[in-house]
């Protein structure tokens, strides 16, 4: 896949209906929201008199030319590089799962599927899947059965839910679980077509699924790591 980011973004909730707003207005995609919070030590918050921050992150998909764009606003028009006020990076995707799928997580943007670019040389490879919240196991059955080891599971909310009828002619919960499995390139495939056929959009999971490189890992033993 060529020029195709996730870009997530990290605020604190309170700026969250800000950055909103100021993405809704100018197009700019964020179409999953999770919350967190800050690891500042609590030793020093207390010194502070400060509480311990609470965070917001986006996730969306960016083309390479909208993110440029994405970029410049957010520095002239939300100050992004002041302190405290916010995060916005890009990482370089491997693969989505379906036409349907692309063609919703992209909504709005140009953009052309060409050669794969990016990343070539990885072995392993992070499934991001996005399923209806209460339907996980629907999800890691179906990866389990295409070899995948396990997963880990956060909770997130839909913000273009309302456009899926568009796409996929049904509409789409907006409370979500997003899985994230590692699994070997060679798998990738086999695992991310399972998803799509047994919990896919067709399913109660409704999942939508696509994949990150990863450069390196530890603490997965596949049998062929002979690394002293």
Do not use: C
């Not at 969250?16 to 964020?30: G, Q, V």
């Not at 993110?67 to 590089?81: N, P, Q, S, V």
């Not at 006020?85 to 997580?105: D, N, V, W, Y």
């Not at 052309?112 to 992070?126: A, F, P, R």
């Amino acid at each position: 896949m060529s020029e195709l980011y996730i870009i997530i973004t990290i605020t604190s909730r309170a700026k969250l209906p800000e950055f909103l707003a100021a993405y809704d207005e100018n197009n700019m995609p964020i179409g999953f929201i999770s919350l967190g919070y800050g690891t500042a030590k609590d030793e020093i918050l207390d010194v502070l008199g400060l509480d311990r921050s609470e965070k917001a992150v986006g996730m969306g998909v960016i083309t390479g030319e909208v993110w440029k764009e994405t970029k410049r606003y957010l520095r002239k028009k939300m100050y992004i590089d002041m302190p405290d006020t916010g995060i916005s990076f890009i990482i370089p995707m491997s693969s989505i799962g379906g036409k349907r799928e692309l063609a919703f997580l992209i909504s709005g943007q140009d953009y052309q599927k060409g050669e794969e670019s990016v990343m070539k040389d990885t072995t392993m490879e992070l499934l991001v899947v996005v399923s209806n919240q209460g339907h996980n196991d629907l999800v890691m059955d179906a990866a389990r059965a295409a070899g995948a080891y396990g997963g880990t599971v956060i909770h997130a909310r839909g913000t273009g839910m309302n456009q899926a009828e568009l796409f996929f002619g049904v509409s789409l919960a907006s409370e979500k679980d997003m899985t994230f499995i590692v699994t070997k390139k060679s798998q990738r495939n086999a695992i991310m077509s399972a998803i799509m056929k047994n919990a896919g959009m067709d399913t109660p999971a409704q999942s939508i699924v696509f994949s990150l490189p990863v450069t390196d890992v530890a603490g997965i033993n596949m049998g062929d790591d002979n690394e002293e």
